[in-house]
């Protein structure tokens, strides 16, 4: 009898144990939560070659806002604009090598790596601000984003500079014929420079922070330039005349290192995402506008001569082979193109 008992005792004992042990394990594939139920804690470095004082630095600022906002906090982005963790050049590479988290580049920048995000920046493809942001939202333009995965980077939004004109000392551009000789800076780009030389002009590729230098020793005559960068880097200090003719914009991607954008769980790249598309919305509705006339208005306190270009053609004939160029280049440009040239 007594064996019975005792025998009884060690089997509840046992299943005591073993349901125990089944209560405290976590399902398969299921993250446990530490025990106060918040989510680990998430810094990024946020680095921008471009200036503070720039209508883009606004967007960012309100998209680092939203991101907060709504991770209570536990998201924290620090942003670090005017080229202080290096130019342009020294960014992309440091994203590709993983030494960087998170940096915005121009589409120019991505040039030496691939043709693909170049295709933006065709001369008189995309010549205003509803075309551009049609562009970006595009199948055709999603994808050429989505080929910078290919080396790495992962572009989750973009923001814009301003359209880009012909800004120098010599004179004011009417015709083409007016750009034959001018020495002009240009992005470190391929395809704009051929297109710059295309016009007559000759093309030196400077990066950003070199050209207020590059202008006040006359090491080049002007630059395609938008306004607003005119006004930030006080470039109009050195600058007589600006020849508006909108060629093509100059948006600013928000890039990540792939590998770190991987590490994220889907919530937080949604919000990321969401939140530089709030600050975008936030840019042209308001703060690019704002800005340019702002940026145009202490231009010509300063002295600088406006014109507008009125034969946009004329500039556009003399380009034309460039985009059969970038066409044969691949089926993705090629079908970035013609859907925007038919964009209505």
């Known amino acids: 009898m007594k064996k019975h008992i005792l025998g009884i005792c060690i089997l509840t004992l046992s299943t005591a144990i073993m349901l125990s042990g089944c209560g405290s394990k976590a ?10 139920g918040t989510k680990e804690q998430i810094k990024i470095t946020f680095a921008d070659y471009g200036s503070s004082k720039m209508a883009p630095a606004k967007g960012y600022q309100d998209g680092i806002a ?29 994203l590709m090598d993983g030494t960087m988290q998170m940096a915005t580049l121009g589409t120019s920048t991505f040039s030496k790596f691939t043709d693909k995000l170049e295709a933006f920046q065709l001369p008189f493809l995309l010549t205003d601000y509803e075309k551009e942001q049609a562009a970006f939202e595009s199948p055709e333009g ?6 910078a995965e290919d080396l790495g980077l992962k572009i989750v939004g973009f923001m814009e500079n301003g359209i880009r004109h012909f800004a120098n000392n010599k004179r004011p551009i009417v015709t083409p014929d007016d750009l034959n000789g001018l020495i002009l800076r240009v992005v470190p780009s391929t395809m704009l420079k051929e297109a710059v030389s295309m016009l007559g002009a000759n093309p030196t ?16 005559d002007g630059e395609e330039i938008n306004i607003t960068s005119l006004y930030a880097m006080k470039h109009y200090e050195t600058i007589k005349y600006v020849s508006e003719i909108g060629m093509y914009p100059f948006p600013a991607l928000v890039v990540f290192n792939l590998d770190f954008w991987n590490s994220l769980s889907a919530e937080d790249q949604k919000i990321i995402s969401d ?23 202490a231009c010509i306190k300063a002295g600088v001569v406006f014109n507008v270009i009125e034969d946009k053609e004329a500039f556009r004939g003399k380009i034309a082979p460039i985009y059969e160029t970038y066409k044969a280049k691949d089926p993705k440009i090629k079908a970035f193109i013609e859907a925007m040239v038919n964009y209505k």
């Open 27 to 36: 399902p398969a594939n299921e993250t446990t939560a530490p025990s106060n």
């Open 66 to 94: 939203y991101i907060k906002e709504k991770t209570n906090g536990r998201i924290e982005i620090d942003y670090v604009p005017d080229a202080v963790l290096g130019n342009e050049t020294e960014m992309i590479q440091q």
């Open 142 to 147: 999603q994808a050429l984003l989505a080929s």
């Open 205 to 220: 590729p400077l990066n950003y922070g070199e050209v207020y230098t590059a202008l006040q020793n006359k090491v080049i």
């Open 275 to 297: 939140g530089f598309k709030q600050g975008t919305e936030n840019l042209f509705e308001k703060h690019l506008p704002e800005f340019e006339v702002t940026a145009k208005d």
